[in-house]
Antibody, heavy 123, light 112 residues
């Protein structure tokens, strides 16, 4: 059974960088059959896709966040990471990592999700 | 960006009754090569992460009870719970994966 676990600081100061890691257990991140993504959730904006990465490090980002986001993968540690720079209170959210299925060569939906981690941006 | 508009925002259904949730896309999400719509449905129970129920608009994820079904008509999509159970109380979201950025609907809260 695949298990994803987010980790990182729960409190980040405004203008600083938010860094989270998603550790994958029960499966290997260096599989060509999946992508790995970050999604955040707030009461006001709902679920927002941040971006995704594959095992080779190829990324795709939401244009609304692209200038501040970096997603990377470390296959040796079986984890992938999120960096979001210059955070403001608007970046306060529950952050989820998730696996994205690839079926017949097409990227599909997110079939496994981490439990989520609340990150608060405040001084 | 593709906008997904869900309706209603919330609904109350009696146990054993049918629940119907709608999701309207601002543009086609039909992947013509496979003639399939790039639309997924998720269930999120309180305090939990979203759970994939349906993808390709109508394909049930493994392990999902068959009381959950998805239907499609052009840019209109529907999630139906044929006989609501107590454990189905949750917020349901649609999501398109046709084009980037991936986008989600605003959610529909289902209560007893």
């Amino acid at each position: 059974q695949l298990h994803l676990q987010e980790s990182g600081p729960g409190l980040v100061k405004p203008s600083e960088t938010l860094s989270l890691t998603c550790t994958v257990a029960g499966g290997f991140i260096d599989s060509s059959g999946f992508h790995w993504g970050w999604i955040r959730q707030t009461p006001g904006k709902g679920l927002v896709w941040i971006g995704s990465v594959d095992y080779s490090g190829t990324t795709a980002y939401n244009p609304s966040l692209e200038s501040r986001v970096t997603i990377s993968v470390d296959t040796s540690k079986n984890h992938f990471s999120l960096r979001l720079t210059s955070v403001t209170a608007a970046d306060t959210a529950v952050y989820y990592c998730a696996r994205r299925l690839i079926l017949d060569g097409t990227m599909v939906a997110f079939d496994y999700w981490g439990q989520g981690t609340l990150v608060t941006v405040s001084s | 960006d593709i906008v997904l508009t869900q309706s209603p925002d919330s609904l109350a259904v009696s146990l054993g009754e049918r629940a119907t949730i709608n999701c309207k896309s601002s543009q086609s999400v039909l992947y013509s090569f496979y003639n399939k719509n790039c639309l997924a449905w998720y269930q999120q129970k309180p305090g939990q992460s979203p759970k994939l129920l349906i993808y390709w608009a109508t394909v049930r994820e493994s392990g999902v009870p068959d009381r959950f079904s998805g239907s499609e008509s052009a840019t209109d999509f529907t999630l139906t719970i044929s006989s609501l159970q107590a454990e189905d109380v949750a917020v349901y979201y649609c999501q398109q994966y046709y084009s980037s950025p991936l986008t989600f609907g605003g959610g529909t809260k289902v209560e007893i």
